[in-house]
């Protein structure tokens, strides 16, 4: 099926989703994700702002942040494709982008070296089980994570699983996604 179908179809459903719904299954899959070694071992991570509909990422940074993790919020440059990450310390130095996305303030946040980063939260709309990923259709994680070395978890509600989206030569899987329900692991 279509990409841009499939897109449009999940943000759908997942907006759907009641607020008091939205809220425990993004706690448990938190939480799953508080207990992993990956977590509890990473002092820099790096994680998106999470729209809406996205499982909520703002209780995960307020856990790093008290958890005395550095906490690494990427850029895009819609021109180049690139992604950069700052180092984000509060969350009024994001700013509104395009769609209505808050990425960092560069002159607020410090610039990370990549390399540093040792967990990355990847997001994503759809997933298999093997990893793979619908993303936003910016192709910009595919491309950052072909020279990313640290690990990698995705976090999803169990309706953005699905077995037969398409895979394209370019895309890269992630190593773990966790799921309001169960923690997979894709390698
Ligand atoms: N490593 C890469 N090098 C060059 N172009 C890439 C790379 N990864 C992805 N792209 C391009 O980015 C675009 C979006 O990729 P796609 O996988 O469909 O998006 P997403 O992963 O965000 O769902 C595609 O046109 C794809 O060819
Ligand atoms: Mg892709």
Redesign the pocket.
Known sequence: MD?KILRDGIKQQLAAMSRPVYEQKSFQIARRLYALPEWQESNKIAVTISADFEVDTWQIIRSAWLAGKKVCVPKCHPDT?AMYFYQLEKFEDLEKVYAGLYEPIPQNTTLIDAKEIELMIVPGLLFNRKGF???????????FL?SYIGQTISLAFSIQLRPDIPV?G??IPVQKILTDSETILCL
């Open positions: 990409k494709k990923r619908i993303g936003f259709g910016g192709g910009y994680y595919d491309r072909s394209e370019h895309d």
